[in-house]
């Protein structure tokens, strides 16, 4: 069989996969956070953190348990870090540098699990297990819980509560990230995945030199990293080293992991809103962006330019042979599509179009199908800001299920949508602005120079986490900055989101009329994709020209 059928039939599975778990299970997340039931583990839970789980928040209060949240636990995985060398299980690696471990913190916490670190030098298992891969798990859980606090926001009417985001965080570990990530982490296991609390394993080379390849619980991180988008490698060569990722059929199921929940999300929304089209709308835009990007980010790596890639056959630098072009373009525009930051092959070898493909999918907001939660979040934003377009087109105040969007509402998703591309053009900006950090910090000059900045500040502004390998990060300018990246790139659109559901919460419903815009059918999904797209190509087209248009041009 050709590579070509071979990645065709990979496909063709991972969307059998993805279709015939959508209502299932996208059902079964609607009923997650709509059940009046609270589990026994989890008034458990709510007895030691001393939260009522029959009460409900209004934004401002949900804003500040996540904003609460999230600082204590960028407290502590710093100072875990930190303490390294009094912990159990740390291999003999003392504390983690200062700049590293607060950038290590923010990017952890953020679901961003940016790495500026070797993990088999630098982790000590404990540190792995009890700091890393519990961010995994309560980071992507903070991300869902916003999305459904949005989606109760245009659900509800008359109602200044929007939900209580402890109730919704316990709720997101225990019945959705924990219960498949453990399966998923048996089914890795079989598939030849490690799960060792050993430093390494001796090994003598065919040189007769003698080295030490390290081993790592790698089963349990590599599950929950993919399923909660999070990314972050065990081991530095991440999904393409052969204990986090052996053959074609982990490869398969860590791709199905990373897409399945942000996926079925907008099924639930769907529900929620007692209008399933409604979620059928946004997951043909998701999918749409996805497909045209893998499309040509394919055909960039099949049919490379430069004399070398030509004699080859095919752009394979820098890729695994066992997974090849098809395997590698598939985890890649996945990745990148969902915030998850994992990579089973080097980003920094794509040709100048493939790569500019990954570099495109953050900057687009990372909504195709973007990551856990913050995927259906991002956008339900930008179809707020469809339907305002339309409204200004007709003359009309615009409606979006059943809400009116007047000026509360459009400035909270104006914020929500320019964070980011603020966060990344400042952050470049400031970079390029400092010739002896580049001086250091760059192996390549020209259009792939810059890429590989533009790509570390999209990276992190939208809490991807994977990197072009050409930039070394490890100075305190780059590990302050990425990590400010990290932080306003997550929680300035976090606010601007549960503002605009305390917002639309508060309104009574508006029956349709005449006039209103359908938002459940393909006119509705044209009008959202083309807006994801607009928005992009306003803000990022003149850094885009300079560096990947101009590569793949030249």
């Not at 008359?158 to 402890?166: E, T």
């Not at 990293?225 to 060569?237: M, P, R, S, Y």
């Amino acid at each position: 069989m050709s590579p070509t059928m071979a990645g065709l039939l990979q496909l063709g599975v991972l969307l059998a996969l993805l279709a015939a778990v959508y209502v299932p299970f996208g059902n079964y997340l609607a009923a997650v956070y709509s059940s009046e039931r609270h589990w026994r583990i989890e008034r458990a839970v709510y007895r030691v953190v001393r939260v009522d789980p029959d009460s409900e928040q209004r934004w401002t209060g949900y804003a500040g348990a996540v904003l609460a949240f999230s600082f204590l636990s960028i407290v502590l995985l710093y100072l875990l870090q930190r303490l390294q060398g009094l912990l159990p299980l740390n291999l003999g690696r003392g504390a983690v540098e200062p700049g590293i471990a607060f950038n290590t913190a923010v990017s952890f916490v953020t679901n961003t699990n940016w790495q500026s670190y070797v993990p088999e030098t630098v982790m000590g298992h404990l540190v792995q297990m009890t700091g890393l891969t519990v961010q995994n798990f309560v980071s992507a859980a903070v991300g869902m819980a916003v999305a459904v606090a949005l989606v109760r926001g245009f659900a509800r009417a008359g109602s200044d509560r929007i939900g209580n985001f402890w109730v919704d965080l316990v709720r997101g570990v225990v019945r959705v990230l924990l219960p498949v990530s453990f399966v998923a982490a048996i089914v890795l296991v079989a598939l030849g995945v490690t799960m060792s609390l050993r430093a390494g394993v001796d090994v003598t080379g065919v040189d007769g030199q003698q080295s030490t390849i390290a081993l790592a619980p790698t089963a349990s991180q590599e599950a929950i990293k993919e399923l909660g988008t999070n990314g972050g490698g065990i081991v530095n060569a991440n999904s393409a080293h052969p204990f986090e990722n052996p053959n074609g059929l982990s490869n398969l199921l860590e791709i199905f992991l990373l897409l399945v929940i942000p996926v079925c999300l907008t099924r639930a929304f769907g529900v929620l809103v007692r209008d399933t089209r409604q979620g059928h709308v946004l997951v043909a835009v998701m999918g749409s962006i996805w497909a045209g990007m893998l499309a040509v980010a394919w055909w960039a790596e099949a049919h490379p330019n430069g004399p070398a890639a030509q004699l080859a056959g095919a752009a394979m630098e820098g890729k695994e042979v066992r997974f090849g072009i098809p395997s590698s373009v598939l985890f890649a525009v996945s990745t990148t599509g969902t915030s998850t930051g994992a990579v089973n092959s080097m980003h920094d070898s794509y040709t100048g179009l493939g790569g500019g493909v990954a570099l495109l999918n953050m900057l687009l907001g990372e909504v195709a199908p973007g990551g856990v939660g913050a995927g259906l979040y991002g956008i339900l934003v930008l179809a707020v800001i469809a339907v305002f377009l339309a409204g200004l087109m007709v003359g009309r105040t615009p409606e979006y299920l059943g809400k009116k969007l007047g000026r509360t509402q459009i400035t909270a998703a104006a914020i929500a949508i320019l964070a980011m591309p603020a966060v990344v053009l400042l952050g470049t900006g400031a970079a390029l602005a400092q010739p002896a950090e580049l001086d250091a910090a760059l192996t390549n000059s020209g259009a792939h120079g810059l890429s590989e900045v533009l790509y570390a500040y999209a990276s992190a502004g939208n809490n991807n986490g994977s990197a072009f390998a050409g930039l070394t990060v490890t100075s305190p300018f780059f590990q302050s900055t990425l990590g400010l990246a990290m932080l306003f790139g997550r929680f300035v659109p976090i606010l601007a989101v549960l503002a605009l559901a305390g917002s639309l919460a508060a309104q009574k419903r508006v029956e349709p009329g005449a006039g209103t815009l359908p938002t459940n059918g393909p006119l509705f999904g044209v009008l959202v994709g083309g807006t994801v797209v607009l928005v992009a190509a306003l803000t990022f087209f003149p850094a885009l020209a300079l560096g990947p248009l101009a590569e793949a041009l030249a």
